[in-house]
T-cell receptor, first 112, second 108 residues
C-alpha cells in the first residue's frame, strides 16, 4: 500500500508571498491532518479534514488555511508568509477519529 | 490546557542497558496516549498506543493516571533503537498534541 505523499518536498518563498502544499493520503483514508514542526515549538497541530470538512483546528492565525477534495487529497495554504513560517509541514492520514495516523515525509518551507 | 511534557532532550545509554523515556501529560478526561518514533532520514511512525497494551520492538509503556505519566521502557537497549521519540496525546480524536521529543542515543 502506498504511503502518504507530499509535494513539493522543498520550497523557498519570499516574505509576503503565499504558498500551497499538497498531501495525498493512503488509499481509503478519509481523514487528513496537518502539523507544523519547528525547532523551537516542536510539532504543532494545524487542522484536520474529513470528507471535505474541517473538523478540528489548532491555534494558528487565519493566514493558515486548508481544504480537502472529494478524493481525500488535501491542500494547505499559507498567505502573506512571514519568516517564522519557515518549518517542516507534515501531513498525516487516517481512516477516521482515533485510528492510527500515518505521516508523510513533509514539505520543508523556507521563507526568506 | 492539554499538554505533554518530555523532560529529557537527550538520553544516552550503552547497548544492553535499560531505557526509560519519560512522558507526563495534562488532560481533563480519559487520555489516549501514543509514542511515535522517527529514525534517521525516515518519517514519523507510530511505535505504540496505550490502548493496545502491546510490546513493540521490545518497548512497553504503561499509563499511570495517578501520576499522569506514560513512560516508555525497554529492558535492554539496542543500537538500532537510536532515534527521536515523541510522546503524544490525542485530542478530540483527531489532533495529536506532541511533546518536544527525546533523542535516544545507544552506543556500544
Amino acid at each position: 500500500k502506498a504511503g502518504v505523499t507530499q509535494t513539493p518536498r522543498y520550497l523557498i518563498k519570499t516574505r509576503g508571498q503565499q504558498v500551497t502544499l499538497s498531501c495525498s493520503p493512503i488509499s481509503g483514508h478519509r481523514s487528513v491532518s496537518w502539523y507544523q514542526q519547528t525547532p523551537g515549538q516542536g510539532l504543532q497541530f494545524l487542522f484536520e479534514y474529513f470528507s471535505e470538512t474541517q473538523r478540528n483546528k489548532g491555534n494558528f492565525p487565519g493566514r493558515f488555511s486548508g481544504r480537502q477534495f472529494s478524493n481525500s487529497r488535501s491542500e494547505m495554504n499559507v498567505s502573506t508568509l512571514e519568516l517564522g513560517d519557515s518549518a517542516l509541514y507534515l501531513c498525516a492520514s487516517s481512516r477516521d477519529r482515533s485510528y492510527e495516523q500515518y505521516f508523510g515525509p513533509g514539505t520543508r518551507l523556507t521563507v526568506t | 490546557a492539554q499538554r505533554v511534557t518530555q523532560p529529557e532532550k537527550l538520553l544516552s545509554v550503552f547497548k544492553g542497558a535499560p531505557v526509560e523515556l519519560k512522558c507526563n501529560y495534562s488532560y481533563s478526561g480519559s487520555p489516549e496516549l501514543f509514542w511515535y518514533v522517527q529514525y534517521s532520514r525516515q518519517r514519523l511512525q507510530l511505535l505504540l498506543r496505550h490502548i493496545s497494551r502491546e510490546s513493540i520492538k521490545g518497548f512497553t509503556a504503561d499509563l499511570n493516571k495517578g501520576e499522569t505519566s506514560f513512560h516508555l521502557k525497554k529492558p535492554f537497549a539496542q543500537e538500532e533503537d537510536s532515534a527521536m521519540y515523541y510522546c503524544a496525546l490525542l485530542q478530540a480524536g483527531t489532533a495529536l498534541i506532541f511533546g518536544k521529543g527525546t533523542t535516544l542515543s545507544v552506543s556500544s
